[in-house]
């Protein structure tokens, strides 16, 4: 694992997308797992102006989001399915076809992860993954205790999850569950980002880069990744000895 320390959020942010275009401008055809969320927002902001500038056609990736509140409507701007059209796949022009959501309205979740596995396999797996990190070390909806051996699930969120979580909707919600990627999926991205910012994300980056590598902390699966950065902030650095 790669540590990144960037003086501030705009410099990591800046790096990530660098390497997002970079990726795509190499091979156009790139298969991506995106997560959602507070962190990546400015990240997916620079994507969007590096691909103009740049003249990078993103219009031949293919997307897979990392996760999604259960029971909560695409049209929810809290929803990951709102945050991701947003951000990235209509300034984009990032065809339906090529998108992979999951579908958090589905009656038949264990059908709607198999069809998301399906999806990621039919891809030949994930060139790139960006995911942010809970203050508790999930990544997606991975929380503390999962088996590091788990493709696309519903997950019980945890209590930290689904208070956190109301940060992200303009009225309250009832947020217990969440589909999520798996972290044997996320062990086996071709590389993987992590990218944190701010003194609240602190103590959790010192837990992920020093602490006992194990479910507890799902986010030191990094740890083992061959090919996995750590992006932080000065702020979210603070707390670390090396
Ligand atoms: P945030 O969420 O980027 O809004 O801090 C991160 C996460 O919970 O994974």
Redesign the pocket.
């Known amino acids: 694992m790669q540590i990144l320390t960037f003086d501030t959020y705009e410099q990591l942010s800046t790096h990530a997308a660098t390497e997002l275009v970079d990726l795509v401008a190499q091979k156009p055809n790139a298969v991506l797992c995106l997560?959602t969320?507070?962190?990546?927002r400015l990240t997916y902001n620079k994507v969007v102006e590096m691909a103009q500038t740049r003249q990078v056609d993103f219009s031949q990736c293919a997307v897979v989001a990392l996760d999604e509140w259960a029971g909560i409507p695409p049209d929810n701007n809290g929803s990951c399915h709102a945050f991701l059209h947003e951000y990235l796949f209509n300034p984009l022009k990032i065809n339906a076809s090529q998108i992979c959501l999951f579908d958090a309205l589905t009656t038949d979740p264990a059908a709607e992860c198999a069809r998301v596995n399906t999806w990621v396999t039919d891809h030949d797996g994930i060139d790139l993954m960006v995911?942010?990190?809970?203050v508790n070390g999930?990544?997606?909806f991975n929380e503390p205790g999962i088996a590091w051996g788990n493709d696309a699930h519903l997950a019980d969120l945890a209590p930290i999850?689904r208070t956190?979580g109301q940060?992200y909707f303009a009225t309250e919600v009832p947020i217990e569950k969440g589909f999520t990627v798996g972290l044997r999926q996320v062990a086996a991205a071709r590389r993987l980002l992590l990218l944190a910012n701010g003194p609240k994300?602190a103590e959790i980056i010192r837990l992920t880069a020093e602490g006992e590598i194990g479910a507890e902390v799902p986010s030191t699966i990094l740890r083992q990744h061959p090919n996995s950065a750590l992006l932080i902030d000065s702020a979210a650095a603070s707390l670390l000895n090396a």
Do not use: L, S
């Not at 969320?37 to 990546?40: A, I, K, S």
């Open positions: 997560a969320g507070d962190t990546p995911v942010g990190i809970g999930h990544i997606g999850t956190v940060k994300k």
